[in-house]
């Protein structure tokens, strides 16, 4: 890893301090700060020279995952980190024991979207309508363990 890329754990000043990604802050419009805070509680941040770029955590309730990311305009001078972070991420869930990974993206973020489907593999199950505390429209998202073994032969 470079030397000026740590992964550490989450704090709420990341938040404060990280520029969000236009869709990303589109997602958590209208949702209390205080709500987001606690449920990133576990997460982990990625920082580029001190600067938060990413965050990331996951909820595992019965070998399904919920996954959670955030990002900033900073991942895109770090593309092939984020995504050996993502894979890396993933396969670590299914060798725990997890059989299934599931994320939402909001409707218009389509990099985001792009970038779990294309790198990570998840692929687009439904579309949620007035989903979570903002009400907005989202996608969600899923890969299995089976999915995931298919995708490495």
Same mark, same amino acid.
């Given at each position: 890893m470079n030397n000026d890329v740590r992964i550490v754990d989450f704090e709420p000043g990341h938040f404060f301090a990280m520029p969000l990604r236009e869709e &990303? !802050? !589109? &997602?958590m419009a209208g949702i209390d700060t205080d709500y987001l805070l606690r449920g990133w509680q576990g997460g982990r941040t990625v920082l580029k020279k001190g600067i938060p770029v990413f965050f990331y955590g996951y909820r =595992? @309730?019965?070998? $399904?995952v919920t996954l959670w990311l955030v990002s900033s305009p900073l991942v895109d001078s770090m593309p092939l980190f984020i995504t050996r972070l993502g894979r890396h991420g993933v396969a670590a869930m299914f060798r725990a024991g997890a059989h299934r990974i599931e994320v939402c993206c909001h409707v218009g973020n389509m990099r985001s979207l792009a970038w779990l489907t294309r790198m990570l593999g998840f692929r687009v199950e439904g579309l949620m309508k007035q989903c979570g505390p903002n009400r907005q429209d989202r996608f969600l998202l899923a890969l299995t !363990? $089976? =999915? @995931?073994? =298919? =995708?490495k032969a």
């Open positions: &990303d !802050a !589109a &997602d =595992e @309730h019965l070998g $399904t !363990a $089976t =999915e @995931h073994k =298919e =995708e």
